[in-house]
């Protein structure tokens, strides 16, 4: 008898754990968004050369810059 309180014991926490995991993960996906769709299209300093900007369409970096 004391063998199946143990096992009740056990499938229990291992649900709640399970159920944990489902929720924090759940919430956490809800909350963030790919960098790309934070960014607004625009000159943005170039990360290669100071001197320079460089276009962000919303989506890609592009092959455009002109100096600062």
């Given at each position: 008898?004391?063998?199946?309180?143990?096992?009740?014991?056990?499938?229990?926490?291992?649900?709640?754990?399970?159920?944990l995991v489902l929720v924090l993960v759940r919430?956490?996906?809800?909350?963030?968004?790919?960098?790309?769709?934070?960014?607004?299209?625009?000159?943005?300093?170039?990360?290669?050369?100071?001197?320079?900007?460089?276009?962000?369409?919303?989506?890609?970096?592009?092959?455009?810059?002109?100096?600062?």
């Amino acid at each position: 008898m004391h063998w199946l309180i143990v096992f009740f014991v056990f499938i229990v926490v291992a649900v709640g754990i399970v159920a944990l995991v489902l929720v924090l993960v759940r919430s956490s996906s809800a909350r963030t968004t790919p960098a790309a769709e934070q960014i607004v299209q625009g000159w943005y300093p170039d990360a290669m050369d100071p001197r320079f900007v460089r276009w962000f369409d919303g989506r890609v970096w592009t092959d455009q810059v002109r100096p600062r």
